[in-house]
């Protein structure tokens, strides 16, 4: 039974007058989850000194002591249910949601959900799952999202504590050089008004004396 058969039995649509035109067929239901999609190993590269990059070779170095954690342009949310261990379902979350975004515009939710759930009650019976497995595999993703945000927040307060600890520790030994400086230029002073009052009293002798005055 078509998606358009199910959206009538559930859905009032326009009049004849002004009818709205069929939607395209329901997405997501043939090929492979997009949960299951294979990542391509990456392999990590250095850059020499003048901005070429290097295949890395030898032994690794070590790690710096506070490494930032790593940023990517966008979660892989592939990589996220496959560490939650989520396994693979006959129909996704994913693919419900493209089958919702089919239906003509403006419909109703109860109306969207009516004719979703009889929809994948048809096609559950042929794929050996049901409505309900599909709303527990939406469930389950949301934990996997929720817990991976979790994660990320709690190892960025982990860093960001660190390093500022780090610069923290870093000032004090600057304001300590810092404290170096101005007592080094002290006791330059110090030097240099001691050895002019002392030629200033050696001055003396060559007044009365009569030899250089310098």
Do not use: W
Not at 106 to 123: H, N
């Amino acid at each position: 039974m078509s998606l358009r058969t199910f959206i009538e039995r559930f859905v009032v649509l326009e009049p004849k007058g002004n009818q709205v035109p069929e939607p395209p067929p329901a997405a997501g239901f043939q090929g492979r989850p997009a949960d299951q999609a294979e990542r391509a190993p990456v392999t990590p590269a250095t850059v020499t000194k003048n901005g070429a990059a290097a295949t890395p070779s030898g032994p690794a170095t070590a790690a710096p002591a506070h490494e930032a954690p790593a940023v990517a342009a966008a979660p892989d949310f592939a990589a996220i249910y496959q560490d939650a261990e989520i396994a693979a379902a006959p129909i996704t979350a994913e693919q419900a949601l493209n089958t919702l975004a089919a239906l003509p515009p403006g419909v109703p939710q109860d109306a969207q959900r009516q004719a979703l759930k009889a929809l994948l009650q048809s096609m559950g019976k042929a794929l050996g799952t049901s409505a309900q497995a599909v709303a527990e595999d939406a469930a389950r993703k949301i934990a996997a999202l929720t817990a991976h945000v979790n994660e990320n927040a709690q190892e960025e307060a982990a860093f960001s504590a660190a390093v500022e600890q780090e610069i923290g520790e870093l000032q004090e030994r600057i304001a300590e050089k810092r404290r170096s400086i101005e007592a080094t230029r002290i006791h330059e002073r110090q030097i240099k008004q001691t050895c002019e009052e002392e030629a200033n009293r050696l001055r003396i002798v060559l007044q009365v004396l009569g030899g250089d005055k310098r």
